[in-house]
């Protein structure tokens, strides 16, 4: 079964106008070449000047959230419209940070990502362990649960993008092996194919993040279930291009 490869870059919290700009200008020509799909999700204010800048190029622009409600009163969110409005193909939803720091569960992140599917938007849903979770030997119920009630109810899971991200490889510099990567992965293609059936398991592109860069990409994408990346620090930089072209 194949699956394109992915490579999806999370800015999170950074970049001005000017900066953003300035790297994906120098960015694309770098990335004329590439065999991968190629994403940057940025914050939702320099979505209008990122479109502009990557235009004629194979980067889309992304998105770092999504609300569940049309419109209304939700100060400080962003609807599936308003990313509708400028093209928006992808969005990244439940990274571990919002769970952590802004109250998303397993819930909000299925409401999220129904919302955007109902939009045609291209969810990136993450999901990963803590490390206290991995210590405990928890790591597989955690995961089984993010995906059971994250995806609760999702009727075509081809049109998802799942993130494996451990929460202890994230913005560490501790990246999970090549195999501790490939055998959690593997664990989650199971599981879909529990919740969704085989043959639609195996067309859902699964996404490597935490400390991924442009020296450990190449191990990680060699594996037989990882499918991309999704990349925060080292998107940041013109090392993305390095990441993006790991098959050169
Ligand atoms: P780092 O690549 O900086 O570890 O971040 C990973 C991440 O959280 C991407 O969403």
Request: glycine share 10%; net charge positive; hydrophobic share 40%.
């Amino acid at each position: 079964m194949s699956r394109k490869p992915f490579i999806a870059g999370n800015w999170k919290m950074n970049m001005t106008v000017a900066e953003g700009t300035k790297l994906i200008t120098e960015l694309k020509p770098l990335v004329k070449e590439a065999k991968c799909d190629i994403a940057l999700c940025v914050p939702a204010i320099l979505i209008p000047a990122m479109t502009k800048a990557a235009k004629g190029s194979k980067i889309k622009i992304g998105a770092q959230n999504v609300h569940w409600a049309e419109a209304g009163a939700y100060t400080g969110e962003i609807s599936a419209d308003m990313l509708k409005d400028y093209g928006v193909k992808y969005v990244i939803i439940g990274h571990s940070e919002r769970r952590q720091y802004f109250g998303d569960t397993n819930d909000t992140v299925n409401l999220r990502t129904i919302k955007a599917l109902e939009n045609e938007l291209t969810p990136i849903v993450c999901v990963g362990e803590t490390l206290e979770e991995r210590e405990a030997g928890k790591t597989e119920d955690v995961l089984a649960r993010q995906l059971e009630f994250g995806l609760f109810g999702i009727e075509d899971v081809k049109k998802i993008v799942i993130a494996y991200e451990p929460v202890w490889a994230i913005g560490t510099g501790k990246t999970a092996t090549d195999e501790q990567a490939q055998e959690t992965i593997a664990f989650i293609r199971k599981r879909l194919s529990k919740m969704f059936g085989l043959k639609d398991a195996n067309r859902v592109r699964i996404l490597y993040g935490g400390s991924m860069n442009a020296k450990n990409c190449k191990g990680l994408m060699a594996q037989h279930d990882i499918d991309g990346g999704l990349i925060g620090g080292a998107s940041l930089k013109l090392d993305f291009a390095t990441i993006v072209n790991y098959d050169k």
